[in-house]
């Protein structure tokens, strides 16, 4: 009998043509998303750039599916160091960033503060190593996903169980301090694509929890009209 992540597998059907139909999707959000940021406030900026971020993230991931069916390890190792920048870096620092730039109380801020500093160095941590040393980063297919497999400075000292806690903590936990409402609730999004992720797909974690958190960026654009509806109103 196939097990859960097997069936739910077939059923997301991930490829070449579920990444490009996400980034193309995204892309004309995104834009939408960033012209409505400039109408309200240069503070919004940084958020509403998510879906275009995540359109070029998907983008590459579509590439790197070419190049994994053709057999093409150029293609495989510069597509997966291009995704493995996103996943493993900017999002880290550029989460935390983007609520931070929002505002809020001091408390509030240099929480986040924190968190942009503590994503970034971890982030790179991660990153760094996997991009100058050509052996440490290689992709795999496991059950309709791609699987990311890193080999890191902390190996064997620390589970790398514990490791993603640490990258979903420093994730969610920067939207739940968001000041603004929606951005909390988005926040609770990801959160729950967080554990959809790990239960079902844990074999390829990062690459399915980038996939559906892709996926939920299309709610800026719910966040920023909720946004420019308010500040209409309240003029």
Avoid at 86 to 101: K, M, T
Avoid at 144 to 149: A, D, I, M, N, V
């Amino acid at each position: 009998m196939l097990g859960p992540h097997c069936a739910l597998g077939n059923f997301m059907c991930f490829s070449a043509t579920a990444s490009f139909t996400a980034a193309a999707i995204l892309l004309p959000a995104g834009a939408y998303c960033l012209a409505t940021a400039r109408r309200i406030d240069f503070r919004w900026i940084p958020l509403a750039v998510y879906p275009i971020v995540f359109s070029i993230q998907q983008a590459i991931e579509g590439i790197l599916w070419i190049g994994f069916n053709a057999g093409d390890q150029t293609t495989i190792a510069a597509a997966s160091r291009g995704f493995l920048f996103f996943s493993h870096l900017f999002w880290l620092a550029w989460i935390p960033f983007s609520v931070y730039w929002l505002g809020g109380e001091t408390w509030r801020r240099r929480l986040l503060l924190a968190l942009t500093i503590v994503g970034a160095l971890f982030g790179l941590s991660i990153f760094l190593p996997s991009f100058l040393i050509a052996d440490w980063l290689s992709v795999e297919q496991a059950w309709h996903s791609l699987e990311y497999r890193t080999v890191l400075i902390y190996e064997g000292i620390v589970n790398r169980t514990v490791l993603r806690g640490i990258y979903a903590l420093i994730i969610v936990s920067a939207l739940l301090l968001a000041p603004n409402p929606q951005v909390r609730t988005f926040g609770g999004l990801i959160a729950a694509s967080l554990i959809v992720a790990f239960l079902f797909f844990a074999h390829a974690f990062i690459s399915v929890w980038c996939f559906l958190a892709a996926v939920l960026s299309s709610y800026v654009v719910i966040i920023l009209v909720i946004e420019r509806r308010r500040q209409v109103a309240d003029t």
